[in-house]
């Protein structure tokens, strides 16, 4: 799917038009194949801040829809959305705009592909294999009265940020903290202050 044909999957006329939570989600859970270059050119043309917003938006509601239970997955995908916030947050040039745009398909392929759960029907029967993004959905309809099932996702852990990348999430963290009027301590701090006192 190229861009001119990712616009008209989304409904908008142009990327200036991306400022839905339905745009999101149904761009990071869509089952297309979607170039790459389609997404850069997407967030090329959107707004820096409604993209962070959005994917603010969108990773709260899937944490919301994660089953009981799932501390590891739950902490990986937090970690997740503060790289990818992050990284929408600190773009100064093309090369970084290029850096959201290989995390967030890179992510997006292993939520929707990749990361195998295993769910065990609670009254028996073989398990079945879901990608997360499935058995997310699985969980919502789960709470609404649909079968019951117990979740693995041993051997959806396997996603890895290295550290280079890991520095946005924190920088997203901190200014998070900042405007939650959170003073972030750190032990270097107490070093600076006792500089001052001598």
Request: charged letters at 35%; one cysteine or more; a negative charge.
């Given at each position: 799917?190229?861009?001119?044909?990712?616009?008209?999957?989304?409904?908008?006329?142009?990327?200036?038009?991306?400022?839905?939570?339905?745009?999101?989600?149904?761009?990071?859970?869509?089952?297309?194949?979607?170039?790459?270059?389609?997404?850069?050119?997407?967030?090329?043309?959107?707004?820096?801040t409604m993209?962070?917003?959005?994917?603010?938006?969108?990773?709260?509601?899937?944490?919301?829809?994660?089953?009981?239970?799932?501390?590891?997955?739950?902490?990986?995908?937090?970690?997740?959305?503060?790289?990818?916030?992050?990284?929408?947050?600190?773009?100064?040039?093309?090369?970084?705009?290029?850096?959201?745009?290989?995390?967030?398909?890179?992510?997006?392929?292993?939520?929707?592909?990749?990361?195998?759960?295993?769910?065990?029907?609670?009254?028996?029967?073989?398990?079945?294999?879901?990608?997360?993004?499935?058995?997310?959905?699985?969980?919502?309809?789960?709470r609404l009265?649909?079968?019951?099932?117990?979740?693995?996702?041993?051997?959806?852990?396997?996603?890895?940020?290295?550290?280079?990348?890991?520095?946005?999430?924190?920088?997203?963290?901190?200014?998070?903290?900042?405007?939650?009027?959170?003073?972030?301590?750190?032990?270097?701090?107490?070093?600076?202050?006792?500089?001052?006192?001598?």
């Amino acid at each position: 799917m190229d861009f001119y044909e990712l616009l008209e999957y989304l409904d908008l006329e142009s990327a200036a038009e991306f400022e839905y939570f339905e745009a999101m989600a149904d761009l990071i859970e869509s089952e297309e194949d979607i170039e790459q270059e389609a997404v850069f050119a997407l967030f090329e043309g959107a707004d820096e801040t409604m993209i962070s917003e959005l994917l603010e938006d969108w990773f709260e509601d899937v944490l919301e829809g994660l089953p009981e239970d799932s501390g590891e997955i739950f902490s990986l995908m937090h970690q997740i959305k503060m790289t990818l916030i992050g990284l929408s947050q600190n773009r100064e040039d093309e090369s970084d705009l290029r850096r959201l745009v290989d995390e967030f398909c890179r992510f997006r392929r292993w939520y929707t592909e990749e990361a195998d759960v295993e769910l065990t029907p609670e009254d028996g029967g073989a398990p079945i294999h879901q990608c997360l993004r499935d058995a997310i959905t699985t969980s919502r309809m789960q709470r609404l009265g649909g079968a019951s099932y117990r979740y693995s996702f041993e051997d959806a852990l396997g996603y890895e940020l290295d550290s280079h990348t890991m520095s946005f999430a924190e920088l997203a963290a901190a200014e998070d903290d900042y405007n939650n009027g959170t003073i972030i301590y750190r032990p270097e701090d107490e070093d600076n202050d006792n500089q001052w006192l001598q």
